[in-house]
């Protein structure tokens, strides 16, 4: 079931119709089943997998909690931690290991077998089982307790607005909720649907049609310089909408429900810098990394080298997080010689340091089109699978080009840039000035300058999704990690 389906829009209001008339208790029960049964509606036996997981982490986190000593203790917590990343890896990235093992004995002249298993990836598997893990290292080190209802620990895991692509949230910040009966307030109500209206828009009228676009040209065998990176600059605006757009419905769609989640972007196209871009882009992941991996590798305590170590290893991680492919993992270690290099190319280039004011200025603006020519450079990694063609790609000569391919490539970034510009331009612009904010321009949430933006907001979405929407729609992008 997807978000931008009628499908699911009938599912949630349907959810939405008798949760609020349910107590503390009933409510997150009923939340529980209505998320399994979002989770299994094309697959049903993805809710054995999560149930299982969701009993064994309770049971552990439960268990560590209650245990008389360290080593019981440390037994539950490796427990956990084991399963979990089992689980992550038994389904995701089994497959490419015994795919580059076998690549690695044909290579010194052994011919083993051929292994031909194929195991179906559940959806969201990378996003609850993170989720999981978290949970039990905050249970494991005292930063949160563990949670005694089994209903309020599958809701935590479970729950469907952010099951499939996230964001991954903290135990701290969401269990707390679930704890607490939820009201029907039309403040939430009203933001939660514009919110939801919102992210529909991004994914149905920027996303989808940009991703036509990038579609086009990445099917060609050999597109020449300006048309490829007209497709990946295509592919960029698709991206951050396909993914914003979803994050904002699983946030629009949580908080008519009476949960908040955390944000997950904030404007990252307007980066001064790649480490800005990573503060700004998929936040909770960026965050879950910082504190899981990061962190526990040693961080900047010891600096120097073992700072960009830790820093490199940690994007690494991240790249092949998002993918059992050698594209992802060089994904991961292009941005992370970005970031670990950064420091030393801003002490070289004065003018590559953010600017200590927050007035606009020239160098700023060359600050923010450095930044997002290499983010972009990083999406041809992240877009192209075939190593072999990612090669080729990036040593294409633009001289070689035609004055008609570029005038093709120009026109492709054009169109893309029209599409995003809601999202690239408009929205910033909007939260910058507080027009859409409780308490900015348009006065407090109660005011009547307040309800009539959010009400022009949302019939724009409406009226733009509608006009605008591309006819042929793709699944969310995050859904395959």
Same mark, same amino acid.
């Given at each position: 079931m997807v978000f931008q389906s009628i499908e699911y829009l009938?599912?949630?209001? +349907?959810?939405?119709?008798?949760?609020?008339?349910? @107590?503390? =208790?009933?409510?997150?029960?009923?939340?529980?089943l209505a998320s399994y049964v979002f989770y299994g509606w094309v697959h049903p036996w993805y809710v054995v997998l999560i149930v299982s997981v969701t009993l064994m982490d309770w049971?552990? +986190?439960?268990?560590?909690?209650?245990?008389?000593? @360290?080593? =019981?203790?440390?037994a539950f917590f490796i427990t956990a931690i084991t399963v979990n990343l089992a689980v992550l890896g038994g389904f995701k990235y089994f497959g490419f290991f015994v795919e580059n093992f076998t690549a690695a004995l044909s290579a010194i002249g052994l011919m083993p077998a051929p292994l031909l298993l194929k195991i179906a990836l559940p959806a969201g598997i990378s996003f609850f089982t993170f989720q999981s893990v978290s949970y039990a290292v905050d249970v494991y080190q005292g930063r949160t307790k563990a949670c005694r209802s089994l209903i309020d620990y599958a809701a935590f895991v479970c729950f469907f607005p952010q099951l499939v692509a996230g964001p991954i949230e903290r135990a701290a910040h969401m269990i707390p909720q679930y704890q607490t009966r939820r009201l029907a307030h039309w403040d939430h109500l009203r933001a939660g649907g514009v919110q939801l209206l919102w992210g529909l828009f991004q994914k149905v009228a920027i996303a989808d049609n940009a991703a036509l676009l990038a579609d086009k040209v990445f099917s060609l065998g050999d597109p020449s310089f300006p048309i490829l990176w007209g497709g990946v600059i295509a592919f960029g605006v698709q991206i951050y909408a396909d993914f914003s757009g979803y994050t904002s419905m699983a946030r629009g769609s949580a908080r008519l429900l009476g949960i908040e989640l955390c944000a997950n972007f904030r404007h990252p196209y307007?980066?001064?810098?790649?480490?800005e871009f990573w503060r700004r882009w998929h936040i909770s992941l960026s965050t879950w990394f910082r504190d899981y991996v990061y962190i526990p590798l040693g961080g900047s305590r010891q600096g120097g080298w073992f700072w960009a170590r830790n820093l490199f290893l940690t994007f690494l991680l991240s790249g092949f997080w998002h993918g059992a492919e050698w594209n992802y993992v060089l994904w991961g270690a292009f941005h992370g010689l970005l970031v670990v290099s950064w420091p030393t190319l801003t002490g070289r280039l004065p003018w590559l340091a953010p600017s200590s004011t927050a007035k606009p200025s020239l160098s700023g603006v060359g600050r923010i089109l450095l930044t997002v020519t290499l983010m972009h450079v990083g999406w041809l990694f992240f877009r192209e699978h075939s190593l072999a063609m990612l090669m080729h790609q990036l040593t294409l000569n633009p001289l070689h080009a035609s004055a008609a391919e570029w005038r093709m490539g120009v026109a492709l970034a054009l169109e893309s840039i029209f599409y995003g510009f809601p999202l690239l331009v408009v929205f910033p612009l909007l939260d910058r000035f507080g027009v859409l904010r409780p308490g900015g321009a348009c006065g407090g949430a109660a005011s009547w300058k307040w309800s009539l933006a959010q009400g022009l907001a949302a019939a724009a979405c409406v009226y733009g999704a509608v006009s605008l929407r591309c006819e042929a729609g793709a699944d969310f992008i995050y859904f395959q990690f």
């Open positions: 009938l599912f949630l209001a +349907a959810v939405l119709a008798f949760y609020f008339w349910l @107590p503390g =208790r009933g409510q997150n029960g009923f939340l529980v049971i552990c +986190a439960n268990g560590m909690e209650d245990s008389s000593t @360290p080593q =019981r203790k440390r307007l980066s001064e810098s790649p480490p």
